[in-house]
């Protein structure tokens, strides 16, 4: 009886007896202080262990002429002790427990009267015997809440969190499983979990991959709180490439969902040895790029802009560094990435393609760590920092560029001689309050520098910062509270001699508040609310001389403001263990805000300065112009079998701010655009369908997915349309109808030395711009090939494990080459030869393929090293592969001829050295 006293039998004891009275009066003294003073000031006497009482708490009281019994109240109030007084003046002190003096009047039949009867007893006597348990199982006994004489309840709540003993990391997705019962629970994304346990002796197992099983027998008797705490796995696992938690492809109900882990892509041999989460992502099926060098994605047939990018709650503009070649995201302090290409979830709004949600990695609470890459163009570092144990973290990481050399080794003879860098840094604060109180600081700066011509230099970066507070109300109810900021700018300084020299600036910021709810009603509804407000400012770009001798004038595009605001609600609803639902709606809408002046232009002419009928004046904070509508965000999933599901979704949504650009593919100097009097919001409706099957557990996921997308008011641009501080901007663009659909089919095998996925989409993107003005229809009012339409897609990632330390990847990629429009001949006007060029898009440029291949070499395994080391050693387009970036025509001594541009047409190959301490 060292630890706990659980049940003393008193046969021969009196069921009441008289108590003497007490008059005590005590301030500030611990519990074991006040027990010495009811020892002097009376007969009784004390009997318990000492730890029980090792609180240091003080506490404070008067009693005059009380009970006994009144005092102990007050005194083990809001502890775990009990305590039982013997007729004999002494007092036994219990823990948890109830010391009983008589067994309840139980049978030991199991009838339904008995049980009947049992479920309207108090307080009945929980035993287990210590020594009788298996000895072969590494459960720990614990024991939760305070025992009450009077309760007549048989269950109770358990709750609290799952934790990484060792860097105090919350872990999602962890399962609880109740021994020889059918009850069970999931940690959610916070880590948190709830669940109703009978009264006495649980058996709990808690598993996750990754981590070692932890067996706990949990004693419950009221209820209360525990947190499990597990072990990483010291087992070597094969490599994963993507993973999204366990059967979660087949479970969930929403569609066109992908998650990646950074920490599963560093075999994945990319340009110049850089991991890159995003370049990953682009091998997934659906999701593209234009081509080598381009800054966007396209998503289902959607436009670079209609993707919204998020690092930590706030919205990246621009996520590429080094034309396109780099992402801007620092592979050593991200987190995970959920990308969602079908049902995006109705928090999320203001962008029609996708939502790219990136979120920066917890630093450790407890040791201080580091992660460093040297490589031949960029070096990287990422420090974790705890500041106050297992509650206050830091994580901060830079990575920086010498990259020159390189493009003196581009075919690309523009390219040539020219300079290029870049530099980025990101940190995280991480503080847990309390329970159910934790803040989150992140912040975020990148920059760009490059200068293609010697008599230009042109800058770019992305400032981001956000802060959020999540706060548990009880186990049901939570919340996120976000402020978010962030920050995209270009310059341009043009320096070719001095009466033309200028300085060209543009800039966008916006600022959001959110707040987001969650609600666990129970095992078949888990609600989401929220509302935000987004306001936007843009300087659409202003320009002046550099220098006193230039004779440029200064011009200002005049600013845009507007405020988006939105409601929104889904309801995870389980209806049966076959059937899912996720039902969203979201009201979002957009207000156009003065100072502005817009024009109002002849509705019986197409859109130019001679058909401006008045120019409309508006004062600070007017209301201009206000659009929107309700959003649908629905999607279900029926499970044919518990690894089999099929899954439908379809969704509305509403884009209120679009990039200008008359290049091919994004550029950093593409100037985003607010809507306004005169331009629309863009508007899409998308239906998906899929078939998702998981093979020997989730050793192999299989899916296929189709998708048919329908939009209007999609932004292109007249022939020759300037979109550079252009105030009239509305009349040298166009706003059409467009229409997408596709297949896309995934095999991936998780498990074993050889690991790694097949990915391959057939997808078709189209335009229509007509109108009843000849000059603002394209191709006859016909739909035609958007600029990124690719029909073929297919993407193959492996990776084969030799040994624990060497490995061999390899990533090949086939693309068809994206449309473009050739000259098809040419005529005399006025004397002058001209161009006759074919209708838009109808010829295409060559297609893409590419071959790459890394090896691998992990450090040693030993315990006892002051670091990990990783080389990686890659070849990026082995087979040297002339892809063409883009095709040109040029005018030459009366001649017509074609060009082709490549980024890189030979291999490139890659040493880079990674090290973890």
């Known amino acids: 009886m060292k630890k706990h006293i659980f049940f003393v039998l008193f046969f021969c004891a009196y069921l009441t007896n008289a108590q003497q009275k007490i008059t005590l009066t005590y301030t500030d003294l611990t ?28 506490v404070s009281g008067s009693f005059i002429d009380k009970d006994l019994s009144d005092v102990l109240n007050n005194l083990f109030n809001g502890t775990l002790v009990n305590y039982y007084i013997h007729t004999e003046n002494k007092v036994i002190l219990s823990l948890n427990s109830v010391i009983h003096t008589s067994f309840p009047n139980l049978v030991w039949v199991d009838t339904k009267e008995q049980k009947e009867t049992n479920n ?13 348990k298996d000895k072969l199982s590494n459960s720990k006994i614990i024991r939760i809440g305070k025992e009450s004489k009077n309760s007549t309840k048989k269950e109770y709540t358990l709750k609290g969190y799952a934790k990484n003993v060792t860097t105090g990391e919350l872990i999602p997705n ?37 981590y070692t099983n932890l067996k706990q027998t949990i004693i419950i008797y009221n209820n209360g709180k525990h947190n499990f705490l597990l072990k990483e796995s010291s087992v070597l696992l094969d490599e994963l490439i993507i993973e999204a938690g366990r059967d979660k492809n087949v479970n969930e109900a929403i569609t066109g969902v992908s998650s990646i882990k950074i920490q599963n892509i560093k075999n994945i041999p990319l340009i110049l040895g850089e991991r890159d989460i995003l370049k990953v992502a682009t091998a997934l099926p659906g999701i593209k790029k234009a081509g080598e060098g381009s800054a966007g994605f396209n998503v289902r047939g959607g436009k670079e802009d209609q993707n919204l990018i998020l690092l930590d709650d706030a919205v990246l503009y621009n996520p590429s560094h080094f034309f396109g070649i780099f992402s801007g995201i620092n592979p050593f302090t991200a987190g995970d990435v959920d990308i969602y290409k079908g049902s995006i979830p109705s928090e999320f709004g203001g962008r029609l393609s996708s939502v790219f949600n990136i979120k920066t990695k917890e630093s450790d609470f407890n040791e201080f760590k580091g992660e460093a890459a040297i490589g031949p163009v960029t070096s990287n570092l990422a420090l974790q920092i705890p500041i106050v144990k297992e509650k206050a973290s830091l994580i901060v990481g830079g990575r920086g560029t010498y990259s020159n050399w390189i493009l003196d080794l581009l075919e690309d003879e523009n390219l040539k001689n020219s300079s290029a860098s870049f530099y980025d840094t990101n940190l995280k604060y991480t503080h847990k309050l309390s329970d159910n ?17 010697s008599d230009s230099l042109q800058t770019y970066s992305n400032r981001l910062l956000s802060v959020k507070w999540n706060h548990k109300f009880n186990e049901k109810n939570s919340g996120d509270l976000i402020i978010a900021n962030s920050e995209y700018k270009f310059n341009l300084d043009f320096d070719e001699n001095s009466i033309n020299d200028f300085e060209l600036d543009y800039r966008i910021t916006e600022t959001e508040l959110k707040l987001k709810m969650k609600y666990l009603a129970n095992e078949k509804h888990k609600f989401e609310y929220g509302v935000s407000n987004k306001l936007f400012n843009v300087s659409p770009g202003n320009i002046k001389p550099k220098g006193t001798q230039s004779i440029v004038s200064v011009f200002d595009t005049p600013k845009e403001r507007g405020l988006e605001s939105a409601l929104f609600f889904s309801d995870n609803f389980k209806v049966n263990k076959k059937l899912l639902l996720n039902l969203g709606f979201r009201l979002s809408l957009f207000t156009v805000l003065g100072p502005s002046s817009q024009n109002v232009y002849d509705p ?14 508006f004062g600070n904070n007017e209301v201009i112009k206000t659009y929107g509508g309700p959003e649908i965000r629905s999607s279900v999933r029926y499970a044919l079998t518990p690894s089999f599901s099929i899954k439908a979704g379809f969704d509305n949504t509403y884009q209120y701010i679009h ?6 593919t994004a550029s950093p100097t593409d100037t985003w655009r607010l809507s306004s009097l005169n331009i629309k919001p863009q508007q899409a409706n998308q239906l998906s369908f899929g078939l998702f099957k998981n093979i020997n557990g989730n050793e192999y996921e299989l899916s296929l997915e189709s998708y048919y997308k329908t939009s209007k008011n999609i932004l292109d ?26 297949v896309e089919f995934l095999v991936k095998k998780n498990k074993g030395r050889l690991n790694g996925w097949f990915g391959y989409s057939y997808s078709r993107s189209f335009i229509q711009l007509d109108s009843e003005f000849g000059e603002e229809r394209v191709n006859n009012g016909n739909f035609f090939p958007t600029n990124f339409d690719k029909p073929h897609d297919l993407n193959i990632i492996a990776n084969y494990k030799i040994t624990r330390r060497y490995s061999v990847s390899a990533n090949f990629s086939y693309q068809t080459g994206r449309p473009v429009t050739y000259p098809i001949g040419s005529f005399l006007l006025n004397g002058e030869e001209r161009v006759l060029y074919s209708d838009r898009n109808k010829f295409r440029i060559p297609d893409y393929f590419r071959l790459d291949i890394g090896f691998n070499v992990e450090g040693n395994h030993k315990i006892k090293k002051p670091g990990h080391g990783f080389w990686n050693i890659s070849v990026y387009n082995v087979l040297g592969r002339n892809n063409p970036y883009s095709v040109f025509f040029v005018t030459e001594a009366g001649e017509i001829k074609a060009y082709k541009s490549s980024i890189f047409a030979f291999p490139i190959p890659t040493i880079t050295y990674n090290i973890s301490f």
């Open 604 to 617: 019986s002419l197409p859109k130019n300065e001679s058909s401006i009928l008045e120019v409309k004046d």
């Open 437 to 453: 109180d934790k803040l989150e600081v992140s912040g975020y700066y990148s920059n760009d520098s490059f200068s293609i011509t």
């Open 659 to 664: 990039t200008l650009s008359n290049n091919t």
């Open 174 to 210: 962890l399962a609880l499983i109740v021994k020889n019962t059918n009850l069970s629970a999931v940690t959610n994304e916070n880590g948190f979990y709830s669940i109703k346990l009978p009264i006495g002796v649980n058996e709990i197992e808690a598993t996750s991959l990754g």
């Open 717 to 742: 641009y007249k022939v020759g349309a300037n979109l550079l501080l252009n105030q009239n901007i509305e009349s040298d663009i166009l706003q059409g109808k467009g229409k997408a659909y596709g």
């Open 31 to 58: 519990r074991v202080e006040v027990i010495k003073k009811i020892e002097e000031k009376s007969s009784y006497r004390f009997y318990y262990v000492k730890d029980w009482l090792k609180d240091k708490t003080l």
């Open 120 to 132: 309207n007893l108090k307080s009945t006597p929980i035993f287990y015997s210590e020594v009788a």
